[in-house]
């Protein structure tokens, strides 16, 4: 369907999905694959451009992953990022070196305009490094480009073969003019015209599942975020009553979101569906009784919702198809594996075992999330809807530091309703670039003082974060006078809390979610 390919080669690196959105970003379709990824089938793929990743690896190491070197005779442009840089110098007989100490953060690097990447960029222009390895002697044939106070080849190219290579991050947000020197690779360099569009997505898409599933049966796991409902409503467009979908409410949602997910896909809402909801909170306090580590809380919170899910779907008996809402970063994260785990991704994914059908459908696996959004709009989802900040699969559930109980569910969810409140209410919404804010609780206890009483009380997070990838987030600067109405409000107003903190780190290092 797309001519215009490029192909990103995955070596473990955190930021693989994000190289992908960018090159997309430029309208160039674009895959993320294994560094393993036969030559042949590369071929078939045909690319304009190869992007390598980063990865946590060091070149010397005996089964560190490396190129095919077959690679370099393809006459495909080849863009090498920080452990792809290594890669490629190490490969072509350059000189790789260990330092004592990592670098890593914002650097500022001298760029040589002559380069193609380079172009369009201010001469001294700030990146992000997060490396230990580093280029000490670069292959025949290639110039350096770009240098540091501490790194001798911060980028480095062989303009007559067409293959560059960056030591920073060009994708992330805080190299600054990260994107003008991708889309000088992908346009400039690969010669990709940037004329990938979304806008017939929806349309095709209900066509061909039409023509799928005919008059089969049809099960949805509804979460009520923005990936699950585009795809239900996407279903819904393409067969109607055949699709069922079913929403657990497992007590860690926002303030009244179960009955806000009930108005809208519910029977007196506008989409021609069957909805079932469970009302499932009690099941799972008691499973989280007592159990603090994140990673366990994650693990059974996902475990109880399958349960749940699983014993529903027995009442409705065999279906032919499964909806799930996967979109591209969740197949790239379950299809490489590689990276180092950061947390256990809790979504609908989970459930193929549990249930009885004969196929899988994910409409929108192809999609990140904002090319999901853009679909939603199409489809004539409601902005509210369609713009919905993102919400973890396991909720509250990880905005709790600590054991959960009711208790503090209650107490973070006031909390959390009172802050989006007064945002709203203040416009920030909608004038800074919000990707998410929210309410956590610390699980922090400190003294204060209430009228003419001690009190010993809980502390309340506020966390905004401006971002439109999720991968890379800044802390927003949401101005004084806001947080000093919402800090008061939740203090007065909810029980149990007597201190709000800010939260200003960005991520990295710190993540989204606080587990
Ligand atoms: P972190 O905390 O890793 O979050 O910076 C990045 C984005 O992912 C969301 N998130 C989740 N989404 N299941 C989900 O579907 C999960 O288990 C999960 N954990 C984090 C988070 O809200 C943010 O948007």
């Known amino acids: ?64 992953p490396l190129p095919d070197k077959e690679l370099f005779n393809l006459n495909i442009p080849i863009l090498g990022i920080c452990y792809g840089c290594q890669a490629i110098a190490y490969l072509l007989k350059g000189e790789v070196k260990t330092a004592p100490s990592s670098e890593y953060g914002k650097i500022i690097i001298d760029a040589d305009n002559n380069s193609n990447l380079f172009k369009n960029v201010n001469k001294k222009t700030t990146v992000w490094m997060s490396h230990t390895d580093y280029v000490s002697k670069v292959p025949n044939g290639f110039k350096i480009t770009a240098t540091s ?91 109607g009553k055949q699709l069922t979908c079913v929403f657990v409410d497992h007590g860690l949602l926002r303030k009244d979101e179960g009955d806000e997910v009930e108005a809208v896909f519910g029977p007196n809402g506008p989409y021609n569906l069957n909805f079932i909801r469970v009302n499932a909170q009690e099941r799972f306090y008691k499973k989280l009784k007592g159990v603090t580590d994140p990673e366990a809380k994650r693990k059974i919170i996902g475990a109880e919702f399958i349960r749940v899910f699983e014993e529903e779907a027995k009442k409705i008996g065999a279906v032919d198809y499964l909806v799930q809402g996967t979109i591209y970063p969740d197949v790239i994260e379950s299809g490489l594996g590689k990276s180092a785990t950061i947390k256990s991704h809790h979504n609908v994914g989970g459930l193929p075992s549990v249930v009885n059908f004969k196929e899988i459908v994910e409409p929108l696996r192809l999609l990140f999330k904002d090319e999901v959004r853009k679909v939603g709009l199409e489809l004539g989802i409601p902005d509210y809807l369609v713009y919905r900040q993102p919400f973890p699969g396991p909720g509250l559930g990880i905005r709790i530091i600590g054991e959960v109980t009711e208790e503090k569910v209650k107490i973070v969810q006031e909390a959390d309703a009172i802050y989006r409140e007064e945002i709203k209410k203040a416009g920030i919404d909608k004038s800074c670039n919000l990707g998410q804010y929210f309410a956590a609780l610390t699980n922090m206890q400190s003294v204060g003082v209430m009228g003419d009483f001690r009190t010993y009380d809980y502390a309340i997070a506020l966390r905004a974060v401006e971002t439109s990838d999720f991968m890379t987030a800044d802390w927003a600067r949401i101005p004084y006078d806001v947080i000093d109405i919402i800090s008061r409000r939740i203090v007065n107003e909810v029980k149990g809390v007597n201190r709000v903190l800010l939260d200003c780190t960005s991520k990295p290092p710190a993540t989204i979610e606080f587990e």
């Open 149 to 239: 106070n501490n790194c001798p080849v911060a980028a480095m190219e062989n303009e007559e073969k067409n293959i560059y290579a960056l030591q920073f991050h060009p994708e992330v947000m805080h190299t600054e003019e990260g994107m003008k020197m991708l889309s000088a690779f992908v346009l400039d360099v690969c010669g990709c015209k940037g004329d990938w569009k979304m806008d017939s997505f929806a349309k095709t898409t209900i066509e061909s599942l039409k023509e799928k599933i005919k008059d089969g049966k049809v099960l949805c796991a509804l979460s009520g975020g923005v990936d699950s409902s585009v795809a239900a409503v996407l279903l819904s467009k393409a067969v």
């Open 1 to 64: 369907m797309q001519n215009e390919k490029v192909l990103v080669l995955d070596f473990g690196g955190q930021y693989n999905q994000l190289i992908a959105r960018r090159v997309r970003e430029c309208n160039v379709y674009c895959e993320v694959h294994p560094y393993n990824m036969p030559i042949e089938k590369i071929k078939e793929f045909n690319p304009k451009g190869i992007i390598f990743t980063g990865g946590p690896n060091s070149v010397f190491l005996k089964d560190s």
